[in-house]
C-alpha cells in the first residue's frame, strides 16, 4: 500500500508567504448548485468540444469524477465555464442531472478567464498509464481483470521501472484485450519471446497481434512463430520501428509491416501481411 506524502506549510518556524514572497491571484470562490442551463462557455479562449468524448463521460456519468466546475462570473451576472465544459455538456445531454456543483469566482472579464484557464490547465499533471491501469484494476473493471490474469501468470509487473518484466504498454494491451482468444494467443506468445530479455513494448505487440489475424494462420503457423523467436525481440520491435519512420505514422499494421520485413528476409517463399 502507497503512503500520502504531503509537504509542511512551514519548517522550522518559518512562513514561506513571507520568505519567498508568494502571491494569491485572486480570492476563494464560492461553492454553489447552478442549474445547468444558467451555465455559458466562452469559445474566444476555450476549444470546441470532441463529441465521441462528450458522450463517452455522459453515458458512463460519475458524481465522484465530475467533481466542481470552475465557474467565472462576470459583470453582467452571466457564468462562464472556464475548467469542466466537457463535464457540463455531457450533464446537458443527461435528463437526469438538473445541477451542476460549481465554484463561482468573481470575473473581470474574458482576458482574466483565459489566464485562469491557462493555469488550471498546465499545471496538472496527466495521469500515468499504469496508474490508470491500477485504478481500473482496483474498480474491478472486467478488461482489467482479465488483463491482469495474464500479467499474473507470467510474473510481470505494470510498475514504472526499467526492468526487463515490467509491463508499460498498458494502453495497448486494453486495447488488444477487446478480442479476448486474440489477446490469449498474442500475449502468450509476446511474453515469453520477450521474458527476462526485454520489456514489452506497444509497438512489439500491436504489430504481433495483427500479424496473429492479419497473416495466414498467425502465430499457430509454427514456421512463422519459429522465426520470430530466432530473431528475437529487440530486432523484431527495431524493425517495426524503422518501418513506422519510412512510413512517417505508426498503426498496428505499420508495425506488422515492418515485423513481417524483417522475417522475410532471405526467405524463398514470403509471409504476407493482408
Request: hydrophobic share 40%; net charge positive.
Amino acid at each position: 500500500m502507497r503512503e500520502s506524502v504531503h509537504l509542511k506549510e512551514n519548517v522550522g518556524g518559518a512562513d514561506k508567504i513571507e520568505r519567498y514572497s508568494w502571491i494569491a491571484r485572486d480570492t476563494p470562490g464560492e461553492m454553489l448548485w447552478i442549474p445547468k442551463e444558467n451555465l455559458l462557455v466562452d469559445h474566444l479562449y476555450q476549444r470546441q468540444p470532441v463529441v465521441t468524448k462528450v458522450r463517452r463521460i455522459a453515458s458512463k456519468w460519475t458524481w465522484g469524477a465530475c467533481g466542481v466546475l470552475l465557474v467565472a462570473k462576470r459583470s453582467n451576472n452571466k457564468l462562464y465555464i472556464y475548467d469542466g465544459q466537457y463535464r457540463w455538456n455531457a450533464a446537458m445531454l443527461r435528463s437526469d442531472i438538473e445541477k451542476m456543483p460549481c465554484i463561482i469566482f468573481p470575473s473581470l472579464g474574458s482576458e482574466m478567464e483565459a489566464i485562469a484557464f491557462y493555469i488550471a490547465n498546465t499545471d496538472r499533471k496527466s495521469v500515468a498509464a499504469t496508474d490508470k491501469f491500477r485504478a481500473l484494476l482496483h474498480g474491478k473493471d472486467s478488461d482489467a481483470v482479465f488483463i491482469d490474469g495474464y500479467i499474473q501468470k507470467w510474473n510481470l509487473t505494470y510498475n514504472d521501472d526499467e526492468s526487463a518484466n515490467a509491463i508499460r504498454c498498458v494502453n495497448a494491451l486494453q486495447i488488444i484485450a477487446k478480442d479476448r482468444v486474440n489477446f490469449a494467443k498474442v500475449f502468450d506468445f509476446t511474453a515469453n519471446l520477450c521474458k527476462d530479455i526485454c520489456q514489452i513494448t506497444s509497438t512489439l505487440i500491436k504489430g504481433l497481434s495483427y500479424i496473429n489475424t492479419h497473416c495466414g494462420a498467425g502465430l499457430a503457423d509454427t514456421k512463422l512463430a519459429k522465426r520470430l523467436i530466432d530473431i528475437g525481440p529487440k530486432e523484431l520491435t527495431l524493425a517495426a520501428s524503422r518501418q513506422r519512420a519510412m512510413q512517417g505514422a505508426g498503426g498496428e499494421r505499420v508495425f506488422a509491416l515492418g515485423i513481417i520485413e524483417r522475417v522475410n528476409k532471405n526467405l524463398q517463399y514470403k509471409f504476407i501481411v493482408m
